[in-house]
């Protein structure tokens, strides 16, 4: 009997020996992205020229993917892009499940209560879209004439807000292109990056990028976990890339030469886009 109960015993022990080396002691069986020399980097991919994914290919492209690249590079992080929906970014970061979020996220109050963020990377700029020798580089150029944006947006209201503007809502961006390309429309009032895309993908039209405010809460930065010891450097390398050049190269590559140039000159006289 008592031969037994210490077979029992040991077969006891063995399998207890073998659940720990398998689970871990006490360990959370949460996964998360924890990692010395990795960033698991979150993104929605379905805002070019922020991050998408490239036609034929599962590889991700944009400013974004870029600005994510060259910091991992200088901080020697090895990365991987975890792609979902816009609403789930920033419950995967605090989750653990990612590092960190290069996604074209604005640092608003509500998030700044449970995420930390960097210095801006990107001011958002509104643009007028024409046809190419138009030349309507101010809101005030557009009175007497029809101009279009999409329905609901503030960019419809921006329009309604200048006597004298015969203002068009449209369902979608691609159709105030599309009328602006047509004749309907004189010109369009958009988001300045978008409408560099659809410059790119359209000879025959012009963009302006008009003079406006911007407020911290609607820039694009980065989010990290509360604490993140990795803010500080980021932070440093972020206002490098805008004074070596290094953004400007990324904004070139995916918004054009003129946008980009357009788009910095704009923000040269924001105050909060100085250094």
């Not at 979020?101 to 990377?121: G, H, L, M």
Request: proline share 4%.
């Amino acid at each position: 009997m008592k031969k037994f109960m210490m077979k029992a015993i040991l077969v006891i022990m063995a399998t207890t020996m073998l659940s720990m080396l398998l689970f871990g002691c006490g360990s959370d069986t949460k996964e998360t992205a924890k990692s010395d020399n990795k960033w698991v980097i979150a993104i929605n991919s379905t805002f070019p020229p922020f991050e998408s994914v490239k036609e034929g290919t599962k590889d991700y492209q944009g400013i974004d993917i870029d600005i994510a690249n060259h910091l991992a590079k200088k901080m020697g992080k090895q990365v991987e892009f975890t792609d979902m929906k816009f609403a789930s970014l920033v419950p995967t970061l605090q989750s653990g499940r990612a590092n960190i979020i290069i996604s074209a996220i604005s640092p608003t109050d509500e998030r700044k209560q449970v995420v930390d963020f960097s210095v801006p990377y990107y001011f958002p700029m509104k643009a007028i879209i024409c046809k190419k020798g138009a030349n309507y580089t101010t809101l005030d150029s557009l009175k007497g004439h029809k101009a279009g944006a999409s329905m609901g947006t503030t960019f419809a209201k921006d329009l309604k807000a200048v006597d004298g503007i015969e203002v068009v809502e449209l369902d979608t961006t691609p159709l105030v292109v599309q009328d602006i390309k047509n004749g309907r429309l004189a010109a369009g009032l958009f988001d300045s990056s978008q409408a560099a895309v659809f410059i790119k993908n359209n000879s025959d039209l012009e963009l302006h990028v008009i003079q406006s405010p911007v407020l911290l809460a609607d820039t694009f930065a980065i989010a990290l976990p509360k604490g993140s010891p990795d803010k500080s450097k980021i932070d440093a390398l972020l206002k490098e890339m805008r004074t070596n050049g290094e953004l400007h190269k990324i904004l070139v590559t995916h918004l054009g030469e003129d946008a980009a140039n357009q788009y910095e000159a704009a923000i040269a006289n924001l105050d909060i886009a100085k250094l």
